[in-house]
């Protein structure tokens, strides 16, 4: 049986989702620069959803192939996330543009929030794993 790492878990799930969270915010930048381009479509990364998905997943054990006639083992819901336009039936300007700057930019600030404390709570996991390591010093 393959053990499992120290890297595994907790650590795999907060390094998906600080990904997630960068591209999330990669993508609402875009949306607010695109503001003023008629017809533009403003899209979301909706990661919320499917963390819950992944942590009521991860609370069970996690299934071994040990056989080639078994059947795959289900993905990871954190690996396939696709982005969607916003729903949005109207534009502000009327040009077609479904970008709303107030909107964006209160996304973009919970994102750099969840984002920040994703960092905060890996760091003090590994502040804790060298403290382990070194010993207790």
């Known amino acids: 049986m393959e053990s499992q790492g120290i ?9 998906k989702v600080l990904d997630l969270r960068s591209t999330k915010h990669k993508l609402t930048i875009s949306n607010i620069a695109n503001a003023d381009t008629p017809n533009y479509k403003a899209f ?14 991860s609370r069970h054990l996690e299934l071994a192939k040990t056989d080639s006639r078994h059947f795959p083992a ?25 970008v709303d700057i107030d909107k ?11 984002y920040n404390a994703l960092a905060r709570s890996i760091s003090k996991k590994f502040t804790l794993l060298k403290e382990v390591i070194q010993g207790g010093k």
């Not at 979301?44 to 998905?53: A, R, V």
């Not at 954190?78 to 729903?87: F, G, R, S, V």
């Not at 964006?104 to 969840?114: D, G, I, T, V």
């Open 44 to 57: 979301d990364l909706i990661i919320e959803e499917e963390m819950k998905k992944e942590m009521g997943a």
């Open 104 to 114: 964006s930019m209160a996304k973009l600030a919970e994102n750099n929030l969840m």
């Open 74 to 98: 289900k993905e990871n819901a954190l690996d396939n996330i696709n982005l969607i336009p916003e729903k949005s039936i109207w534009t502000q300007k009327g040009d077609g543009n479904t």
């Open 7 to 15: 890297f595994n878990g907790t650590f795999s799930i907060i390094e």
